[in-house]
């Protein structure tokens, strides 16, 4: 089993940026893959990106490519996503999950693990 905790959300100005972290613990991090989702308020949870166990595959929801940036370091357990050109839509609890299997999948059901989320709120 693997905890996940995420830090470094908090409010910011539109056009401004932000990086979350996710801390890992747990069974082995470097073989997971790990991926970060965001809800809205009454939405529904949906997919940010995901990175391979390695990092040589990544995956991007079609609204933050070219603006998210999802990155690891194994050596530190930790899984980032760099926020730049933040807008008032990107607002929301912003989640990592974990998948045992190593991949960079898009759907929800394929992670087994999460965290308990940060909040994200950009101003206009």
């Known amino acids: 089993q693997v905890q996940l905790v995420e830090s470094g959300g908090g409010l910011v100005q539109a056009g401004g940026s932000l990086r979350l972290s996710c801390a890992a613990s747990?069974?082995?991090?470097?073989?997971?893959?790990m991926g970060w989702f965001r809800q809205a308020q009454g939405k529904e949870r949906e997919f940010v990106a995901a990175?391979?166990?390695?990092?040589?595959?990544?995956n991007y929801a079609d609204s933050v490519k070219g603006r998210f940036t999802i990155s690891r370091d194994n050596a530190k357990n930790t899984v980032y996503l760099q926020m730049n050109s933040l807008r008032p839509e990107d607002t929301a609890v912003y989640y990592c999950?974990?998948?045992?299997?190593?991949?960079?999948?898009?759907?929800?059901?394929?992670?087994?693990?999460w965290g308990q989320g940060t909040q994200v709120t950009v101003s206009s």
């Open positions: 999950a974990a998948d045992f299997l190593g991949g960079a999948p898009t759907i929800r059901s394929e992670y087994q693990y």
């Open positions: 747990g069974r082995t991090f470097s073989g997971y893959g």
């Open positions: 990175i391979s166990r390695s990092g040589g595959r990544t």
